[in-house]
Nanobody, 120 residues
């Protein structure tokens, strides 16, 4: 059973930093793109940052210059370093990974979500 396990959320004050981690575990054949999404109350889930297996990155405009996504392909882990946090960053953050399944190709997997709360 493949699963994504997230860690690192919490409550911080505006201007502080947090680092999220997400590790894929189980019977893993190959991991393609990985990323972080977030969902605030009353809003749709949206992309925060994504990274390809080769290391190319993509960020939402609202986090450019403040957040950094990275990954460890040996550990099948993706990270999100969040600096200069703002109250509007408050949301549940979800890890996403495209994992290869024999006979089915790449499929989307999601973590359970981790709460990030930024107080003003």
């Amino acid at each position: 059973q493949v699963q994504l396990v997230e860690s690192g959320g919490g409550l911080v004050q505006a201007g502080e930093s947090l680092r999220l981690s997400c590790a894929a575990s189980g019977r893993i054949f190959s991991v393609n793109d990985m990323g972080w999404y977030r969902q605030a109350p009353g809003k749709q889930r949206g992309l925060v940052a994504a990274i390809t297996r080769g290391g190319s990155t993509n960020y939402a405009d609202s986090v450019k210059g403040r957040f950094t996504i990275s990954r460890d392909n040996v550990k099948n882990t993706v990270y999100l370093q969040m600096n200069s946090l703002k109250p509007e960053d408050t949301a549940v953050y979800y890890c996403n990974a495209k994992l290869f399944a024999p006979g089915r190709g790449y499929e989307d997997y999601w973590g359970q979500g981790t709460q990030v709360t930024v107080s003003s």
